[in-house]
């Protein structure tokens, strides 16, 4: 399972992740709402020597999705490959961009906000 980060932007959220595979191997689809990467390594290797053959296969699979955040332009998600490094980007609408709202923080008081607070 590769390690992926996920950052949040004021204009787009960015999935990325390094799966250790190449291009190819690697799927990212919108499945059910949410993007998902799938990707799927084979290995083979294959060796003569003096006195024994050597022969070794490695299979391995993996499959993540990520709830995007509310506002994401499902239609405008992209997905880049490069340098072994796979980038989703998942562009935010016009609307939710806008919705955004600065709460002001207060000094001291008890800890707990009442409703006239925020």
């Known amino acids: 399972m590769p390690a992926v980060d ?3 932007k004021d204009d787009e959220c960015e999935i990325t992740a390094e799966p ?3 291009e190819k191997d690697v799927e990212v689809k919108l499945s059910n709402g949410m993007p998902t990467s799938t990707g799927e390594k084979k290995e083979e290797k294959e ?4 006195d024994y053959y050597q022969s070794e296969r490695r299979y391995g699979s993996f499959g993540r999705s990520f709830p ?7 239609d405008a998600i992209d997905a880049n490959f ?4 796979l980038a989703v980007r998942l562009p935010k609408t016009a ?3 806008a919705e955004e709202k600065k709460i002001k923080v ?5 800890g707990h906000a009442s409703a006239g607070d925020v």
């Open 95 to 97: 609307d939710s961009r």
């Open 47 to 50: 060796g003569r020597h003096k």
């Open 68 to 74: 995007p955040p509310q506002g994401v332009d499902r």
């Open 20 to 22: 250790g595979l190449d």
């Open 82 to 85: 490069a340098k072994g490094v």
């Open 6 to 8: 996920v950052a949040e």
């Open 106 to 110: 207060k000094p001291g008081g008890s």
